[in-house]
């Protein structure tokens, strides 16, 4: 049962769950619904039992998960939800932690009290982003954040965490006056720390963009993504074969043409980037599939590519080894080339899942004169993604 001093805990947390839907670092987010989702969250955590609390945001943190996925335009059910299912139960232990420590400790200051659930929200947001195979692209307060410029700043000294901090902390303090468990000077304290801190933020971030520009100079840079026609073309191939086993034994003589006519697309749309002036050209992840045996064959076609002169490409692949033990690669194909002293070589890593040495072996890769694998991470992007339009200097 409920407190008897909120028994509308349950519209809190409906209140909540919508607002969380549109907060989780996807296409259709809403800046201040992450700032609110928390308040409401944790007013319900904070007033229900532990267990239900518990409960009731890690159901609203799996639902986010899978409005995640569907909004991404991936599939909601797909291996990929327990991972996010992982992402968002780590995210409920900030809940857990506030509904048992901060009611004692502001006991002795609720202005402490108050700094529990966003140390503790920003903890959990780095064990994902090191642990995770996947980074911190789920789950992010911060990335809710990006058009806000003059707060991403911030960044430029405590990361994306110090953004994630602000949000998280902005609940605990509303609930803390909400609560009226402080007295009335305590509760005031509460409000203009938080409000001088977030204005002493907004301020110097300001400052920052509006004085000190950055001083390196810039690149043009381009996305680029194959045509919905060469995609549909490739997926209808793709969807005759029910799992990836099977397309990892079927005939190359009717996958490799498939696979080849968004390759041929992504290639001539850098090209046709290069040309306008890019100099870094990015394709989307896993944007590039390719038979095992046509990987090396892809990297050359790429290194000699009259774009790989004049900029740098980073892509992601998957390699399927026809006939045999599947085996899957989500590197970073580079191709670079120094405008001083031409091709360069870099040796790297990269990630390899197989079921056998022999797949192993065939999924290996291997360096060449123009061209490396490197590999990536979808919070690596993220977070170069958003200091670059927050304008932090590297």
Known sequence: MLRRDDRLGYLWLAIGAVLSLFAVHGRWDIPIAAWLSCVFLLRFVRTSPVLLGLVGAWVVGAVSAAFWLYESGLEVVDPTLLLC????????????????VAPRLAVISPLLATFVFPLARVC???????????????????????????????????????????????AAAANTVWERAATQAQSRTVVVAFIAVLIAVHAGGGIRLAFFPPSASTVRVAGVSPSMAAV????????????????ANAEPAVLRPALATVNDDLLAA???EAVA?????????????????DHAGLMARAARSPSATTSTCT??????????P????????????????????????????TS??????????STHRTASWLTSSASTLTSQGSRARAGARA
Do not use: M
């Open 85 to 100: 299912l992982s992402l968002s139960t780590v995210l409920v232990t900030p809940y857990l932690v506030y509904r048992l």
């Open 124 to 170: 959990c947001e780095y064990l994902n982003a090191l642990f995770s195979p996947a980074g911190n692209i789920f789950g992010s307060l911060a990335a809710t954040q990006h058009g806000n410029l003059p707060l991403l700043q911030i960044a430029a000294i405590t990361g994306s965490y110090g953004v994630s901090f602000l949000i998280a902390w902005f």
């Open 232 to 247: 549909a073309h490739r997926d209808e191939i793709l969807r005759r074969y029910s799992s990836f086993d099977e397309l």
């Open 270 to 272: 850098s090209e046709r």
């Open 277 to 293: 002036g890019a100099k870094i050209i990015v394709w989307p992840e896993a944007g590039a599939g390719t038979l095992a045996e």
């Open 315 to 324: 892509s992601g692949s998957v390699c399927s080894a026809a006939g045999r």
């Open 326 to 353: 599947t085996c899957g690669t989500r590197p970073s194909l580079s191709i670079l080339r120094d405008r001083w002293s031409g091709p360069t070589t870099r040796r790297a890593q990269s990630r390899v899942w």
């Open 356 to 365: 056998s040495p022999q797949a192993t072996e065939q999924c290996r890769p």
